[in-house]
């Protein structure tokens, strides 16, 4: 019964291609995060939606759409990857709209791979 | 632009002894600080926060200071355990912006 779960785990995929993590929380939360950790470590948010609505879109490229059928599940689809997209990707949740005292859950995280 | 960093890529410290991890930030909007603990292949968990109104937070092992004019927090794990092991994140937040901000971690390392 784990709290917040993305699959696949691993993606080993060549530049170009389409690919899709998708990611379901349990925890009746409000909102859903996607989070990316790149080569440096920092992990840097990329989406929030509340409630199926977008909140948060930081600067990311237009290859990548959140997808949010309802509240407990947000996708991450990318589409012609590249090299630089090679990083791992979090999905999180928290239970109302990431006011500044609210903890984040994340799932384990889906390690991209782009040859 | 890293608004919070954490210059120590690694640390190793000898189990009983005491473990400080160390955070800084630039941003002064930032009112709110936690910290995060990751395992391998795991996503990270909640460890312990501080609010920008406090200088000091303690759970247990655990204890988070905050020292907002030098803009820098730590964590101090004590005494430090083998289960310690992992790494930690630091991450910061703003009234009204609706995330956190990360650091680039550190990872723990407690020797037996």
């Known amino acids: 019964d784990t709290a917040v779960s993305q699959t696949p785990k691993y993606l080993v995929t060549q530049m170009g291609n389409d690919k899709s993590i998708k990611c379901e929380q349990n925890l009746g939360h409000d909102t859903m995060y996607w989070y990316k950790q790149d080569s440096k470590k920092f992990l840097k948010i990329m989406f929030s939606y509340n409630n199926k609505e977008l909140i948060i879109n930081e600067t990311v490229p237009n290859r990548f759409s959140p997808k949010s059928p309802d509240k407990a599940h947000l996708n991450l689809h990318i589409n012609s990857l590249e090299l630089g997209d090679s990083a791992v990707y979090f999905c999180?949740?928290?239970?109302?709209?990431?006011?500044?005292?609210?903890?984040?859950?994340f799932g384990s995280g889906t390690q991209l791979s782009v040859l | 632009d890293q608004q919070v960093k954490q210059n120590s890529p690694s640390l190793s410290v000898q189990e009983g002894r005491i473990s400080i991890l160390n955070c800084d930030y630039t941003?002064?909007?930032?009112?709110?600080f936690l910290w995060y603990k990751k395992y391998p292949a795991e996503g990270p968990t909640f460890l312990i926060s501080i609010s920008s109104i406090k200088d000091k937070n303690e759970d247990g092992r655990f204890t988070v200071f905050l020292n907002k004019s030098a803009k820098h927090l730590s964590l101090h794990i004590v005494p430090s355990q083998p289960g310690d092991s992992a790494v930690y994140f630091c991450?910061?937040?703003?009234?009204?912006?609706?995330?956190?901000?990360f650091g680039q971690g550190t990872r723990l390392t407690i020797n037996p």
């Open positions: 941003n002064s909007m930032f009112d709110y």
């Open positions: 999180a949740s928290s239970l109302t709209r990431g006011h500044s005292n609210e903890k984040l859950f």
């Open positions: 991450a910061a937040s703003a009234q009204g912006a609706q995330k956190l901000v």
